[in-house]
């Protein structure tokens, strides 16, 4: 009697261990199929989602908006410091035409025996050259140009025996500064000289003058000043030289 009280007791055991252990399982299954369906169930719904494209039109821009910046200021470098004018600077090479108006002074002619005797007078030069700017504010100006010049000359008894005096040249120019600028030049050419006087024939020769002037540049490219210079023609005999003042325009292009 007590042996089948053991055994029904274990029996009883192992009835409800078994019990506990289905109704583990299915905890557990039902954990995992409400997972499965709540994976499926996103999985789905992100799949079959998509997105919303929304166009938004907005004003054109103004009419300036593509245009260019505006230029920096305009300046020259110079003593280490920048400085600001409203004019553009002038460029490393630039084409230069001169003119000089004078008036000439004759040197070192003779008195003629008829009373001849060569007076003051004036002339006019053109030139046309290239101007280089150089460093430290040198100008180096290779030119070459014509020159007229015309001396009044007349005898006791009133008659004309003006002296013409025709040349070309080539030489240079230095110069240096910005606004008020010296300048030193030399030219050697050939030329001519005819007179009135049947005493005196006509001749030509080599052809010299060198000169020094200073300039006023204040408005670009455009110089304009005084000049000196000496001036003659190798014409034997009687070789004219003569001392030239006047005054002179120069334009940059």
């Known amino acids: 009697m007590i042996v089948r009280l053991l055994g029904f007791s274990s029996l009883r055991s192992w009835c409800f261990s078994l019990r506990d252990r289905a109704g583990g399982l299915r905890r557990a299954a039902s954990i995992a199929a409400g997972s499965a369906v709540a994976f499926f169930g996103v999985t789905g719904w992100s799949s079959a989602s998509q997105a919303d494209v929304v166009y938004v039109q907005t004003a054109p821009p103004p ?7 505006p230029p920096p ?3 020259y470098y110079r003593s280490r410091r920048y400085r600001y004018y409203d004019e553009d600077p002038e460029p490393l090479y630039a ?12 040197l070192n002619l003779p008195r003629f025996l008829d009373g001849n005797n060569v007076q ?8 046309i050259g290239e ?10 100006t290779p030119e070459a140009g014509f020159g007229y010049d015309h001396l009044f ?3 006791d008894a009133g008659n004309d025996y003006s002296w013409d005096m025709d040349r070309v040249f080539g030489g240079a120019r230095l110069a240096f500064g910005r606004f008020l600028v010296p300048v030193i030049y030399a030219h050697l050419g050939y030329g001519w000289r005819r007179t009135g006087d049947p005493t005196v024939p006509e001749a030509s020769a080599l052809a010299f003058d060198v000169g020094g002037a200073l300039d006023l540049r204040v408005v670009p490219r455009l110089g304009m000043g ?3 210079e000496y001036a003659t023609i190798d014409a034997q005999p009687y070789a004219p030289s003569w001392l030239a003042l006047g005054l002179h325009l120069d334009l940059l292009f």
Do not use: C, W
């Open 63 to 69: 009419p300036d908006y593509y245009a260019p910046p």
């Open 73 to 75: 200021p305009r300046y």
């Open 95 to 106: 084409l230069d035409l001169g003119v000089d108006l004078e008036g000439a002074v004759p």
């Open 120 to 127: 003051g007078g004036g002339g006019i030069k053109v030139r």
């Open 131 to 140: 101007q280089v700017r150089l460093r430290g504010g040198l100008l180096f």
């Open 153 to 155: 000359a007349s005898d």
């Open 226 to 228: 005084v000049h000196i």
